[in-house]
């Protein structure tokens, strides 16, 4: 959703001339590095430096190249440690705690930067951290016209402890804690995640370059500089925000805004709850007022209430009447404000709140439900058109990580290879749904050029499909993105080697697109991998589709035998499918009966004598499906018709102006 946009960062890579040797910022104290292969070290110092590398009971030398570079492959180690790494030049650096083990990519959106601390149970879950074998090392955020060799900043690694482990990705901490307990081997984890962002923004230019899909795109964006794109972008924005408004107001104007007396006839208006950017504000970072008027009657005048403002993107304060009722840091916590006795007037009174938008989606989101005024028990309404000026833009927007494709790749990707790594899990997907059909390419083309510049084969590759979210109310009716979005992820899945898909859709949160649950999205993962990569042979994916056979008004929906596990099931144990749907040749689509019959399921509607597809999860939000093997693991999505979706005629598009 969202986080700090970086401008254009000028950074300096080992063009001048090294007093020291300066290993890669990856490296640090309490690291893991990865066992059974070789592990390189690499760094810079000054031209000519001889370079040796001590770990465990290897030593092993190079001399630095003309630009100052150095590289060393230590040979294959086992798991174990804490050892010390020595690097020797005409100084000395020595890393303390270091580990071998499994060394695991974290990467993707917001949904793998949801930390533990967000997390359901997470008092308890940081209380109980007592892992020291695992650890983690979040990348800073940083985005890059061109690929970088180095970090922009060091990176940390720290141990799963009650200090640190809040800190942690959490799909990622409970993908390494099922590991782990499994194992006994270290486990590390390097987080590289930006909320908000598109699969594109973490692809190599060469790579979209080489792509049929993006190739010309590609090929009309030229080499560019950071600077000149953000002066050009903020200037578009000034010209925009004039055009709206007129100038900026000045300090004493914005302090008028919280006032019932200001006249406000000339603001822009807005429906809420709605992000700006999906209105009339795309692209926009920066600070916005809102107000809209109530009425309230003698009865009511005086009385204490609240308010609830649903969820905003990041930060706000909130005023009723010209009186602040709260403020509140965070853009994934819901706001209810405690209206004092005697605030509220009979006859017109005034609700108005400023808003904060450090970067991506801004603004107020969510259910329109949530947007109320309760007074004594009643809830009135407050959803619908609200009045908005802009108070400030922030020159952060002017680029952000997806400002540019592969400006994610170059700062927080490349600098990371060749780090040796057993593979990598991923959450992502949000930012694409709109482009869901072009996901289909757009996804394997990162995976493969990831394991192209790495190096190391096709290392597995785990990945999380999206969760229930009603994003837009989508389902076979009127379409759906996000539907489209996770066929993709199966279509991904099914055709790219050594990968592999967690289904969530039955922990997502219709009303938040952060579930909480993500306890269960890192042991979905965990059990992919423990039975693909550590051969514990269990069980890891639920129900998925092999053939539909029609009998007459009926539908019979067999599934892959090595994905049934002990059996189909309901959790309420009664049989009763829920979430099936089958359509005719009309292409209309309702509802179906679904029951289980053995290992298949039966499927039949009065609406639909002469069933010819069958679709299954097929909505944004598909939390009333319930099928699973008795595993636990639920089934995935369906689709069996070819019909036309919402998003195939929506393709990557990039604007410098």
């Given at each position: ?225 950071l600077d000149s794109i953000a002066a050009i972008r903020n200037q578009a924005l000034l010209q ?413 598009k990039i604007t410098l102006k």
């Amino acid at each position: 959703m969202r986080k700090l946009l970086f401008t254009a960062m000028a950074v300096f890579f080992y063009s001048f001339s090294f007093a020291d040797v300066h290993p890669a910022r990856i490296f640090s104290d309490s690291m893991v590095l990865q066992r059974g292969m070789s592990i390189p070290i690499w760094g810079w110092a000054d031209k000519g430096e001889k370079i040796s590398v001590q770990f465990h009971t290897q030593t092993k030398t190079t001399v630095t190249a003309a630009d100052g570079k150095w590289k060393i492959n230590l040979d294959a180690e086992k798991e174990g440690g804490p050892y010390q790494l020595v690097i020797k030049g005409k100084d000395l650096v020595v890393m303390k705690g270091v580990l071998v083990g499994d060394v695991w990519i974290c990467s993707g959106q917001s949904n793998m930067e949801f930390t533990v601390k967000s997390s359901q149970n997470s008092n308890q879950e940081i209380a109980a951290a007592d892992f020291p074998m695992i650890r983690h090392s979040k990348i800073a955020n940083a985005v890059s016209g061109k690929p970088l060799e180095d970090l922009s900043k060091p990176a940390e690694w720290h141990s799963a402890n009650p200090s640190y482990v809040g800190g942690f990705t959490g799909v990622g901490y409970f993908f390494a804690r099922d590991l782990y307990q499994q194992l006994h081997v270290p486990i590390g984890l390097i987080h590289t995640s930006w909320g908000g962002t598109d699969v594109e923004t973490w692809t190599s230019r060469d790579a979209m370059a080489n792509s049929d899909e993006f190739k010309e795109m590609i090929a009309g964006l030229p080499a560019f500089n950071l600077d000149s794109i953000a002066a050009i972008r903020n200037q578009a924005l000034l010209q925009k925000i004039q055009k709206l408004q007129g100038a900026l107001p000045s300090n004493s104007e914005v302090k008028s805004w919280k006032d019932i007396s200001l006249n406000d006839k000339e603001w822009s208006t807005m429906q809420l709850p709605g992000l700006w950017e999906q209105q009339s504000l795309p692209d926009f970072d920066g600070i916005v007022w809102f107000r809209k008027y109530i009425m309230i009657n003698a009865a009511d005048a005086g009385k204490a209430a609240d308010i609830s403002l649903g969820m905003i993107d990041d930060n706000d304060e909130a005023y009723v009447n010209g009186v602040k009722i709260g403020s509140t840091n965070g853009y994934n916590v819901k706001r209810v404000y405690h209206i004092p006795a005697g605030v509220l007037k009979e006859g017109k009174n005034l609700i108005a709140f400023r808003v904060e938008d450090t970067g991506g989606g801004g603004g107020l989101y969510g259910d329109a439900a949530d947007l109320h005024i309760t007074i004594v028990g009643r809830n009135e309404p407050l959803a619908g058109t609200w009045s908005y000026r802009i108070e400030s833009a922030g020159k952060a927007s002017a680029v952000g990580p997806n400002s540019y494709p592969s400006l994610l790749y170059n700062a927080m990707i490349n600098p990371l290879i060749p780090y040796a790594i057993k593979g990598a899990i991923w959450y992502q997907g949000e930012n694409n749904a709109g482009r869901a059909y072009q996901y289909r390419t757009a996804f394997p083309l990162m995976i493969g050029d990831w394991r192209q510049r790495w190096g190391q084969g096709s290392f597995p590759f785990y990945f999380v499909q999206l969760a229930s979210f009603n994003s837009a109310n989508g389902n076979s009716q009127r379409g759906s993105n996000w539907a489209e979005l996770r066929e993709a992820q199966t279509y991904t899945n099914r055709l790219v080697p050594h990968t592999g898909m967690a289904v969530t859709i039955d922990i997502g949160e219709s009303k938040d697109i952060h579930p909480k649950n993500k306890q269960d999205v890192g042991k979905r993962l965990a059990a992919i991998a423990l039975s693909n990569e550590y051969d514990k042979k269990n069980v890891y994916l639920g129900p998925f589709l092999e053939s539909i056979k029609t009998e007459g008004n009926k539908v019979m929906v067999s599934f892959l035998a090595k994905s049934l596990g002990s059996g189909l099931y309901t959790k309420d144990g009664s049989g009763k499918v829920e979430g099936f749907e089958i359509a005719g040749a009309d292409q209309k689509y309702y509802p179906a009966k679904g029951l289980i019959k053995g290992d298949k399921v039966e499927l039949s509607s009065e609406n639909v004598p002469v069933p010819v597809a069958v679709r299954y999860a097929w909505a944004d939000d598909a939390g009333n499906a319930n099928l699973y093997n008795k595993e636990g693991f639920p089934a995935f999505p369906i689709r069996t018709d070819t019909w036309k979706g919402i998003t195939e005629n929506n393709k990557y598009k990039i604007t410098l102006k």
